[in-house]
């Protein structure tokens, strides 16, 4: 199947600084792409979606200005976590929307565990 | 009301036995159904989809979708201690429309 991949796998940062995740599609181009974020024992909660070439959509109470995210090419998001707070702390999970037999799936990135100290 | 709801579990079980995994939704606007599998610190994978209502097998496991009562399942059968992740069901109204998850069930096959 497709691939995505997430840089960092890790990253601990200390609070207030900012943070950029990469997700890239390895093998397709991906014109929409997904960030989520999973906190411990609970479910992915999508946080926006990443067009390519076009703004991204927030889900309703996520902060636009902290979660900053461009999706310049077709292979290409990134999501920045500007002044990280250890509240943000939280596992980051991509996908990116492909084709594999005939249905549009998203194919999920292994994801970044941020540590805000 | 969350749009997919999903019991946490844990749910713990003996190597070899059937295991069901359920999950209800809400949004009669959800087409498509999916089952992702999740390893600790990892990001989901993709075990089955389906689209329609009824059956449908890849190997040990089964999805089974019964859309008049809003209930999805996932069978696994002969179940194995590599089967012990996090279970998803997570449904979409298709094509590039967001993925809603449930919260995931935790499942242990103890050898």
């Known amino acids: 199947g497709a691939v995505v991949s997430q840089h960092p796998s890790r990253v601990i940062c200390k609070s207030g600084t900012s943070v950029k995740i990469e997700c890239r599609s390895l093998?397709?181009?991906?014109?929409?792409m997904f960030w989520y974020r999973q906190f411990p024992k609970q479910s992915l909660m999508l946080m926006a979606t990443?067009?390519?070439?076009?703004?991204?959509?927030?889900e309703q109470g996520v902060e636009k200005d902290k979660f900053l995210i461009n999706h310049a090419s077709l292979t290409l998001s990134t999501l920045t976590v500007t002044s990280a707070h250890p509240e943000d702390s939280s596992f980051y999970i991509c996908?990116?929307?492909?084709?594999?037999?005939?249905?549009?799936?998203?194919?999920f990135g292994p994801g970044t565990r941020l540590t805000v100290l | 009301q969350k749009e997919v709801e999903q019991d946490p579990g844990p749910l713990s079980v003996p190597e070899g036995a059937i295991v069901s995994l359920n999950c209800t939704y809400s949004?009669?606007?959800?087409?498509?159904f999916m089952w992702y599998r999740q390893y600790s610190r990892k990001g989901p994978e993709l075990l089955m989809y389906?689209?329609?209502?009824g059956n449908k097998e890849d190997g040990r496991f089964t999805a089974q979708v019964d859309k008049s009562s809003k209930y999805i399942s996932l069978f696994i059968r002969d179940s194995q201690p590599s089967d012990s992740a996090t279970y998803l069901c997570?449904?979409?109204?298709?094509?590039?429309?967001?993925?809603?998850f449930g919260t995931g069930t935790k499942l242990q096959v103890i050898p």
């Open positions: 996908s990116a929307h492909g084709t594999s037999g005939g249905y549009n799936e998203q194919f």
């Open positions: 389906t689209y329609s209502s």
């Open positions: 949004n009669s606007a959800f087409q498509y």
């Open positions: 093998d397709f181009q991906a014109t929409t």
């Open positions: 997570a449904t979409n109204s298709g094509g590039y429309q967001k993925v809603t």
């Open positions: 990443s067009n390519e070439g076009s703004k991204a959509t927030y």
